[in-house]
């Protein structure tokens, strides 16, 4: 069966820290997608990234970093010289191949970037 | 402007009384979902659409119904509300399989009180 665990609820970084947010999934596909999402303080969710399971490269864009590795079925997402706006809720989601488009989400970590 | 919305953003009801949470998106996608979330618990998916009416139970059905009559839009009903389902909705879109290349559009949210 699908399974997310963010096992950090609440992470708390003082500015320019660089954090890294855990996710690790259950999945018995060998072809799935995982995602991060974003929730601001507004409320809305920002989608940030997709990978699906045949992809292990790393990806960076700007200050994020997210690192797939299938040998420890784990997504992490590493911010670098995190800023205040980096304050957020975030969601790691998983959807296999075979499961049409139910996804499953973590309970999210909420991070505090602290001034 | 591409965009998922829903509407109402906010309401507060009783027990019992039949409501109805419109979502549309004007981005021609074939799929769409809802999901409640609740504090730690992160983001449930109730019901989701491959395409038009064509339906799908998510992970918590409950008490919820759906209709896909048109492509771009996807009401969440509630026939008989109660106090457990006071949560932020959320209704998103994509264009296709999430994952296979299309990554999911979420609306702003419907925070739901039942009293």
């Known amino acids: 069966a699908q399974k997310v665990t963010q096992a950090q609820t609440e992470i708390s970084v003082v500015e320019k820290e660089d954090v890294t947010l855990d996710c690790v999934y259950e999945?018995?596909?060998?072809?799935?997608?995982l995602f991060w999402y974003k929730q601001p303080p507004s409320g809305e969710l920002v989608f940030l990234i997709r990978?699906?399971?045949?992809?292990?490269q790393n990806e960076i864009s700007g200050r994020y970093s997210w690192n797939f590795q299938k040998s420890t079925s784990s997504f992490n997402f590493t911010i670098t010289a995190s800023q205040v706006v980096d304050s957020a809720v975030y969601f790691c989601a998983l959807r296999e191949w075979n499961r049409d488009d139910k996804i499953i989400f973590g309970k999210g970590t909420r991070l505090h970037i602290l001034p | 402007e591409a965009q998922v919305t829903q509407n109402p953003r906010y309401l507060i009801t009783v027990t019992g009384k039949k409501l109805t949470v419109t979502c549309s998106q004007n981005?021609?996608?074939?799929?769409m979902s809802w999901y409640r979330q609740d504090p730690g618990l992160g983001l449930r998916q109730i019901y989701y659409s491959m395409n038009v009416e064509v339906t799908d139970k998510g992970d918590v059905p409950e008490g919820y119904k759906v209709s896909r009559k048109e492509k771009r839009n996807f009401p969440l009903i509630l026939e008989s509300p109660s106090p457990n389902q006071t949560s932020l909705y959320f209704c998103?879109?994509?264009?296709?399989?999430?994952?296979?290349?299309?990554?999911?559009?979420f609306g702003p949210g419907t925070r739901l009180t039942v009293l």
């Open positions: 981005m021609n996608h074939e799929y």
């Open positions: 998103a879109s994509s264009l296709g399989l999430a994952g296979v290349g299309n990554e999911q559009f």
């Open positions: 999945t018995r596909d060998t072809t799935y997608y």
């Open positions: 990978r699906n399971s045949f992809d292990e």
